[in-house]
Each structure stands twice: as structure tokens, then as C-alpha cells.
């Protein structure tokens, strides 16, 4: 099956800057690639996805670059503000799009 | 729209007592999932069912663990009887089939004493 694998499991990054999450995975036949962001106490929500035939996505201050020949996927956030801190998962979705193997998860401080 | 309905939010209870956690998926996501979720974890697949069949159910613990999705609408997961290991949220999401994209409940967090 699929193996995700997430990085760094913790961060910390000052109001304004910008962070960055990595995920590799291990199917090469894995197509879909969405992030999720948890905060405390509710369930993971989408904030972005990507599809493998597309290299890179934007919206607004979140952005999502996938190589599959490396099979890596990163997350950027840009200007980072306090509202962004939460828990991030990275997670790979197969070719029947109803089989989700998520990454280990990424706490993120945003330190006003 | 109110999304993925989870109840009860919050349970503790003894272990090897039982315990039951429901889902209302999004009005008309014929695909439902469950999923574990440990302190500091990603989110883990228990059972997957389409419209009423599961489908997908070979890391339910089927010793104690059972669910159900009568009506192809809600659906139940049950837990008998628990154990201290049992300790998480029980995540229950929803989508429409083939299209990816999943939506999450709030969870059901279970401390087993």
C-alpha cells in the first residue's frame, strides 16, 4: 500500500514569514494530493489540493508544488499570520479516489 | 449545508464497557468513512462503505469494533468492549464517489478510564 511520509512533525516560524511542509510518497500510482489543516478540537478541513498532472497550485497565500518523479509534494505558506497555527497533514489518494493514506501531521506555530 | 454531523463529541467511559459513535454525512455523499485518529497522528482508515456496502473494512479490529450504515445514510461504529487503547477520535468523513475530495466531521473523542 501507500507510504506518506511527513516532515517536520513540528515548526515554528515568526508572524510574516513563510513555512513549508514537505510529504514524499510511495505509489507511484497515487494521483490526488490534498492538505488538510486541523485545529484543536475540530476535524481536519481541505485548504488545497493538487492533482499529478499539474505541477503547482496557488490560492492566495497557500500554494502546493508536486514532483512525481521524486514523489514529493510540499506545502508553502506565505505571510504566515497566528491564525495559520493549527496541525497540517499532507495525505495521497490512488487512482480509485476513495483510498486516503495521510502523513503523520505538522504542528504549526506562528509566533506573533 | 451543515456538513459531516458527528455525536456524541465527547465520551468517557470504563473500559469493557461499550460505547457507540454516530455519523450524518453530507446529503448526498454516498461514500462514508471512518477513521481513527491517535494523539499526534495522522488519520487512519477503519471502514470505507459505499452507499450501504462496506467495501473497505481490513483494519476494523473486528474482535470489538463494528459499524454499520443501514439506508445507505448514517451510520454507526460501535465498540465492545473497549479497552484503554481505545483512547482517540473517531473521525467520520464523507464524499461523493470518485470525486477525492473528503469532508470531515468534528470527531468523537473517547477516553477509556
Known amino acids: 500500500g501507500e507510504n506518506v511520509e511527513q516532515h517536520p512533525s513540528t515548526l515554528s516560524v515568526q508572524e510574516g514569514d513563510s513555512a513549508v511542509i514537505k510529504c514524499t510518497y510511495s505509489d507511484s500510482a497515487s494521483n490526488y494530493f490534498p492538505w488538510y489543516k486541523q485545529e484543536l478540537g475540530k476535524g481536519p478541513q481541505l485548504i488545497i489540493d493538487i492533482r499529478s498532472n499539474v505541477g503547482e497550485k496557488k490560492d492566495q497565500r497557500i500554494a502546493v508544488t508536486l514532483n512525481k518523479t521524486a514523489k514529493h509534494f510540499s506545502l508553502h505558506i506565505t505571510e504566515t499570520q497566528p491564525e495559520d497555527s493549527a496541525v497540517y497533514f499532507c495525505a495521497a489518494s490512488g487512482m480509485l479516489g476513495n483510498q486516503f493514506y495521510f502523513g503523520t501531521g505538522t504542528s504549526l506555530t506562528v509566533i506573533p | 449545508e451543515a456538513g459531516v454531523v458527528q455525536s456524541p463529541r465527547y465520551k468517557i467511559i470504563e473500559k469493557k464497557q461499550p460505547v457507540a459513535f454516530w455519523c450524518n454525512p453530507i446529503?448526498?455523499?454516498?461514500?462514508l468513512y471512518w477513521y481513527l485518529q491517535n494523539l499526534g497522528q495522522g488519520p487512519e482508515l477503519l471502514i470505507r462503505?459505499?452507499?450501504?456496502?462496506?467495501?473497505?473494512d481490513s483494519q476494523l479490529p473486528k474482535d470489538r469494533f463494528s459499524a454499520e450504515r443501514l439506508k445507505g445514510v448514517d451510520s454507526t461504529l460501535k465498540i465492545q468492549p473497549a479497552e484503554l487503547g481505545d483512547s482517540a477520535v473517531y473521525l467520520c468523513a464523507s464524499s461523493i464517489s470518485g470525486a477525492n475530495v473528503l469532508t470531515f466531521g468534528a470527531g468523537s473523542r473517547l477516553t477509556v478510564l
Open positions: 446529503s448526498g455523499h454516498n461514500t
Open positions: 462503505y459505499e452507499n450501504e456496502e462496506a467495501v473497505d
